[in-house]
């Protein structure tokens, strides 16, 4: 029953982020935690076009990110992103999109490594309810070579919820649940947007 359930919580995301254009050309993985010990987690099979729905969106793989039995679908490419997050955390649910906004956004701040944004009410939806509060997204290289890129990813998985933002590549997020997982994702989303969209008026005012 609770595989099932897990099942259906990352089938209604994908449906809800496909809705949003945010998987284009293929792009983009989702996955959920189905077991604790053993790791166990679905991630969304590779090369599936995420606007449409099928029985085979999803394969379930282990803590290694293989496949556990036969299965038709393959991987996604970037499983290894989410092993290093089940394997560190005991997060329930990992993102990954490619976006315009954070595209932009990781180009534009790549060479400082990371973002720091504040004075943002939506910031609270990341769980900082402080006044002052601030978050920091670290900005990694985009490693071609997934391994390299999972090694430059890791080090900044330190806690159950957490966002890394690859350079000219997309963000990864997760959190203890799905529902956060997309609630935090939908938060910095809004973050880029909005900084680009501050940082355009800005030049035309100018």
């Not at 793989?61 to 955390?89: C, K, W």
């Not at 997060?91 to 490619?98: E, I, P, Q, T």
Request: glycine share 6%; with cysteine; net charge negative.
């Amino acid at each position: 029953m609770t595989f099932m359930r897990r099942y259906e919580e990352l089938r209604a995301i994908k449906q809800e982020l496909a809705a949003r254009d945010w998987f284009p050309g293929t792009s983009g993985n989702l996955a959920i935690r189905t077991s604790g010990v053993p790791v166990e987690f679905l991630v969304t099979a590779s090369g599936k076009d995420k606007r449409q729905t099928t029985p085979d969106d999803f394969v379930h793989v282990d803590a290694t990110g293989q496949l556990i039995g036969e299965q038709s679908g393959r991987p996604s490419a970037e499983t290894l992103l989410h092993v290093e997050v089940f394997n560190r955390t005991d997060a329930g649910c990992s993102l990954h999109v490619h976006t315009i906004a954070n595209n932009v956004i990781s180009e534009l701040y790549g060479d400082q490594g990371s973002i720091t944004f504040s004075g943002q009410e939506i910031i609270k939806a990341l769980g900082k309810w402080e006044e002052d509060a601030t978050v920091t997204v670290p900005i990694i290289p985009n490693h071609a070579d997934i391994p390299t890129l999972a090694a430059a990813f890791a080090p900044h998985v330190t806690a159950d919820s957490g966002a890394v933002l690859i350079r000219n590549h997309g963000i990864t997020v997760w959190a203890p649940t799905a529902f956060e997982a997309k609630k935090h994702l939908e938060a910095f989303e809004f973050l880029f947007n909005y900084t680009l969209t501050l940082q355009s008026c800005r030049q035309s005012i100018h």
